[in-house]
């Protein structure tokens, strides 16, 4: 298939290039302190005498968050760029959509390898969507996690490809089960970025100011961690374990000093999930789930 023209100018996506190309391995490894340093990012430790929040921040009685899994696989979202077939600007790029799976509790050390792939390119007429499926393994080759990344290239749709499958999860017109109110620091963003993602989008107001922000924003997989916690917090009194799954899409802009308020219903295995900021009203994450794990 040739590349595909958009108002006579080359669409810079090879689908027959890029859908299914391998991405280059990746080791990594973390330690007790990696990851109360990403607990501490998305606001883990208030009030930090809490017992919960000690079983986030002090090694003698850690626990892993799920959502803590897209670190070690992160740098896979950014390897599409390095992708034959793509030639895109990092600019226009946006991150979508975020699913992890967890194949096993996570410790609190551990060296993993990450294998990732791309594994659809969706034309969203205003947009192309790129997926990239990455798995982890340990160092004795279990699975440890899946993270799934959807990647949104603004101005490169338009090539005539699948639209792609709609969104599911979506949240019941009901009133919520829970509602949960976390509250963001003005140096979230600051805290979040030590956790490996340095996008200058994030700290810098002359780069925020390029994408159109009057001061930075906050990660969306800060804000993707917060509601995490907030859901394993108050639905499942704590326990990171009962997590099987968590996948949500991103829906708006979070600076850093906004509360993020997360509704949560409940609904068999799953917990149906939707996050807003609550100064503005704003969408934060949208179509949103937890699922639990069966039991074994």
Not at 110 to 138: C, H, M, N, P, Q
Request: aromatic share 6%; glycine share 12%; net charge negative.
């Amino acid at each position: 298939m040739p590349a595909a023209r958009l108002e006579g100018a080359l669409v810079p996506i090879d689908i027959e290039k890029v859908l299914n190309a391998a991405l280059p391995s990746q080791k990594s490894s973390w330690t007790a302190d990696d990851v109360i340093l990403y607990h501490l990012g998305i606001g883990a430790g208030v009030p930090p005498t809490a017992e919960g929040e000690l079983d986030y921040t002090y090694e003698a009685r850690l626990k892993v968050l799920p959502s803590f899994g897209v670190i070690p696989a992160f740098g896979a979202m950014g390897g599409v760029i390095g992708v034959e077939g793509v030639s895109i600007n990092p600019m226009m790029i946006l991150h979508g959509e975020q699913a992890i799976t967890i194949h096993r509790p996570i410790p609190t050390s551990a060296e993993v390898t990450t294998s990732a792939r791309v594994t659809d390119v969706f034309d969203k007429g205003k947009g192309a969507a790129i997926v990239v499926v990455a798995d982890s393994a340990d160092a004795s080759g279990q699975p440890l996690f899946t993270n799934r990344f959807l990647i949104f290239v603004r101005g490169e749709g338009g090539f005539g490809g699948p639209s792609g499958p709609p969104p599911g999860h979506a949240a019941p017109e009901r009133e919520p089960d829970l509602v949960v109110e976390s509250a963001t620091l003005e140096q979230q963003a600051l805290l979040y970025r030590l956790s490996g993602d340095k996008n200058p989008l994030h700290a810098d107001p002359s780069f925020a100011a390029m994408g159109g922000f009057d001061r930075p924003i906050l990660h969306g997989l800060c804000s993707y961690g917060i509601v995490c916690k907030a859901v394993v917090d108050s639905a499942l009194d704590g326990d990171v374990d009962q997590v099987g799954s968590y996948e949500a899409r991103f829906g708006g802009v979070v600076f850093p000093g906004d509360t993020i308020v997360t509704s949560i219903w409940r609904d068999g295995s799953r917990l149906l999930i939707s996050a807003s900021t609550k100064e503005r009203g704003t969408p934060v994450v949208t179509n949103s789930a937890i699922t639990l794990r069966e039991e074994s």
